[in-house]
Nanobody, 126 residues
Framework: QEQFVESGGGLVQAGGSLRLSCTAF????????MGWFRQTPGKEREFVAG????????DFADSVKGRFRIARDSANNKVYLQMNALRPEDTATYYC???????????????????WGLGTQVTVSS
């Protein structure tokens, strides 16, 4: 059974950095495009970043462009979200998502993803 587990969340001051990790417990990690989403209470889950199956294509929400990076380590079945220059408005629960996809297009709609982790909390203090 496919499972995706996030780690790396925590409390950080504004301007600081965190790196989130998502470990995929799957047979064929390369079959999945991966995404990071975030959600705050009372709001819809929003796309943060995504990377295609090969790592050759990535996309970011406008709100994080230039501050966040996404990468995947296929040898270890992991995807990372490096978050720099964090702001209080980045505070949210961050979710790893996986989509069975052989293409290069990055899906920004959470409904397009097949599997989800349980989330990791990121809190940025001002």
């Amino acid at each position: 059974q496919e499972q995706f587990v996030e780690s790396g969340g925590g409390l950080v001051q504004a301007g600081g950095s965190l790196r989130l990790s998502c470990t995929a417990f799957v047979r064929a990690f390369s079959a999945y495009a991966m995404g990071w989403f975030r959600q705050t209470p009372g709001k819809e889950r929003e796309f943060v970043a995504g990377i295609n199956w090969s790592g050759g294509t990535s996309d970011f929400a406008d709100s994080v462009k230039g501050r966040f990076r996404i990468a995947r380590d296929s040898a270890n079945n992991k995807v990372y979200l490096q978050m720099n220059a964090l702001r209080p408005e980045d505070t949210a629960t961050y979710y790893c998502a996986a989509k069975l996809s052989p293409g290069s297009q990055i899906a920004v709609d959470p409904n397009a993803y097949d599997y989800w982790g349980l989330g990791t909390q990121v809190t940025v203090s001002s």
